[in-house]
């Protein structure tokens, strides 16, 4: 999917934060890496994340969404407390709470 958009603002800003507001169902760091691998163009031109755009510059962005297989794991958990409204776990460090790539 491409986007092609002209900014209209007053003030500058580095390209990464003002793709991220616009698009707020993608990180930083997810928009950072679409720049890094030239997939952001402003004014034509292949830019990096520092670069600040002005009143006027025309964006193009190319999303390439990437799809990824979830497959459950069998982990033991240590459950601290439950009731019928909560459940309270002691979580291992180095075990994911959200599915990643």
Do not use: W
Request: charged share 30%; proline share 3%.
């Amino acid at each position: 999917m491409k986007y092609n958009f002209c900014v209209i603002s007053d003030k500058k800003q580095r390209v990464d934060i003002f793709l991220s507001a616009l698009f707020p169902d993608f990180s930083r760091s997810y928009i950072q890496k679409m720049i890094d691998k030239s997939q952001v163009q402003v004014n034509s031109k292949i830019v990096n994340k520092n670069i600040k755009i002005d009143n006027k510059d025309e964006i193009s962005l190319e999303v390439k969404l990437e799809s990824f297989f979830v497959k459950a794991e069998e982990i033991s958990l240590a459950i601290v407390y439950e009731d019928e409204n909560i459940l309270i776990i002691n979580k291992e460090a180095g075990i994911n709470t959200h599915p990643t790539p």
